[in-house]
């Protein structure tokens, strides 16, 4: 039923904020240039990789050693504008369709961070991971690594279909409004560097 919702769902978005999309991928061209889309691995269900599709929000402005500037320093207004929006997002829609996504669940963090996490932190690898998730509607990236986790780690204890459909009502809510988009010390998230105790890992 969850995947049946999950394809039912992405099609009727993706149909009808087609027009948006192509509008914003010609905006992106003009702004920041080639690709209008990026694609990244992240990892999956039993961490897995996929490759997680989004729109360009970021220049490719170099320092003189040829070396990428920070990621303020390379996210423009229109690219603030598309994330705040969650509009950057978009693609993921044809992610859920492949089956790599669902439309609830842990957001899929970065490969590198696999080999931090805890035996505990792996759990949030349990589920498929989603677009949006209790963690989302909780602080989003207002929130520290280890209540991020917290979070992930409950939805993977108590999912189902009534808690999916409260979360995406409340996830529309935080969309329009646009809250917790960046974090206190980042435009984004902080990097996640592992935990104090190197030895409570699972490597």
């Given at each position: 039923m969850k995947r049946i919702i999950d394809l039912s769902v992405a099609l009727v978005i993706l149909l009808l904020a087609m027009p948006l999309m192509v509008f914003v991928a010609?905006?992106?061209?003009?702004?920041?240039?080639?690709?209008?889309?990026?694609?990244?691995?992240?990892?999956?269900?039993?961490g897995k990789p996929f490759g997680l599709y989004k729109f360009r929000s970021m220049s490719d402005n170099k320092?003189?050693?040829?070396?990428?500037?920070?990621?303020?320093l390379r996210l423009t207004s229109f690219g603030k504008f598309i994330r705040s929006t969650s509009i950057d997002e978009l693609p993921q829609f044809i992610n859920i369709l492949k089956g790599d996504l669902s439309l609830v669940?842990?957001?899929?963090?970065?490969?590198?961070?696999?080999?931090?996490?805890?035996?505990?932190?792996?759990?949030?690898?349990?589920?498929?991971?989603?677009?949006?998730?209790?963690?989302?509607?909780?602080?989003?990236?207002?929130?520290?690594?280890?209540t991020k986790f917290e979070h992930d780690l409950w939805y993977?204890?108590?999912?189902?279909?009534?808690?999916?459909?409260?979360?995406?009502?409340?996830?529309?809510?935080?969309?329009?409004?646009?809250?917790?988009?960046?974090?206190?010390?980042?435009?984004t998230m902080p990097k996640f560097t592992g935990n104090a105790n190197r030895l409570e890992r699972d490597l």
């Open positions: 010609l905006l992106i061209r003009y702004r920041l240039g080639s690709p209008v889309l990026y694609k990244q691995q992240r990892p999956g269900r039993y320092d003189a050693s040829g070396i990428l500037l920070p990621d303020e669940g842990p957001r899929p963090l970065l490969m590198e961070y696999l080999s931090l996490y805890t035996k505990e932190q792996h759990r949030r690898h349990d589920v498929k991971p989603g677009i949006t998730g209790w963690a989302q509607i909780n602080g989003r990236n207002g929130l520290t690594w280890e993977v204890d108590h999912h189902s279909l009534k808690l999916d459909f409260y979360i995406m009502l409340r996830t529309i809510n935080i969309v329009v409004r646009r809250e917790n988009v960046a974090n206190e010390t980042h435009v």
